[in-house]
Antibody, heavy 119, light 110 residues
């Protein structure tokens, strides 16, 4: 069974750095063609693609957020970590991590974690 | 504002067929056969139902089908069921390893 689960703070103050961890099981991020990405969804709004990291350590970022995002993988721990710097209330959203094995498709998603940015 | 445009809402009666459009541009939908569709029920994570324009993941009903013409992709749901009531999002590759999502469509089963 393939599962992913997001973890991290539920409340972050403006200008701080947000760090989220995706812990997964049932697949390996060292297998060719596999990647793990992050997608977010503000309350009542659309999904927004953020970033993805592949088995090869290739990383891709949303052009609009590229300067604020970092993504890393700990293959031995089955974890992917997302950091977002200088957060703002507009970053308030549910953050999902998801697996990709086909181009432009996330086939298994985590349950999501709600992050609120507020002072 | 999303690079992919979807109707805000569509509706249909049980048993009917509906189609949700996803309009992009030559730089995304029009250039790549890499369009996906996701179904999202309230409070739940999205679920992949179509990838690479018209492929269904294992376990997805044949009532769901995808197509593309030019810069517009479409999701068709046939034989509407009450459980199909959900939000639907399209996604497309836009080059340089980056994807983009549409604004989402709320499907109401009357």
């Amino acid at each position: 069974q393939i599962t992913l689960k997001e973890s991290g703070p539920t409340l972050v103050k403006p200008t701080q750095t947000l760090t989220l961890t995706c812990t997964f099981s049932g697949f390996s991020l060292s297998a060719g063609g596999v990647g793990v990405g992050w997608i977010r969804q503000p309350p009542g709004k659309a999904l927004e693609w953020l970033t993805v990291i592949y088995w090869s350590d290739d990383k891709r970022f949303s052009p609009s957020l590229k300067t604020r995002l970092t993504i890393t993988k700990e293959t031995s721990k089955n974890q992917v970590v997302l950091t977002m710097t200088n957060v703002d209330p507009v970053d308030t959203a549910t953050y999902y991590c998801a697996r990709t094995t086909s181009p432009a498709a996330f086939d298994v998603w985590g349950q999501g974690t709600m992050v609120t940015v507020s002072s | 504002q999303s690079a992919l445009t979807q109707p805000a809402s569509v509706s249909g009666s049980p048993g009917q067929s509906i189609t949700i459009s996803c309009t992009g541009a030559s730089g995304n939908v029009g250039s790549y056969n890499l369009v996906s569709w996701y179904q999202q029920h309230p409070g739940k994570a999205p679920k992949l139902i179509i990838f690479e324009v018209n492929k269904r993941p294992s376990g997805i009903s044949t009532r769901f089908s995808g197509s593309k013409s030019g810069a517009t992709a479409s999701l068709t749901i046939s034989g509407l069921q009450a459980e199909d009531e959900a939000d639907y999002f399209c996604s497309s590759y836009v080059g340089s390893g980056v994807d983009v999502f549409g604004g989402g469509t709320k499907l109401t089963v009357l």
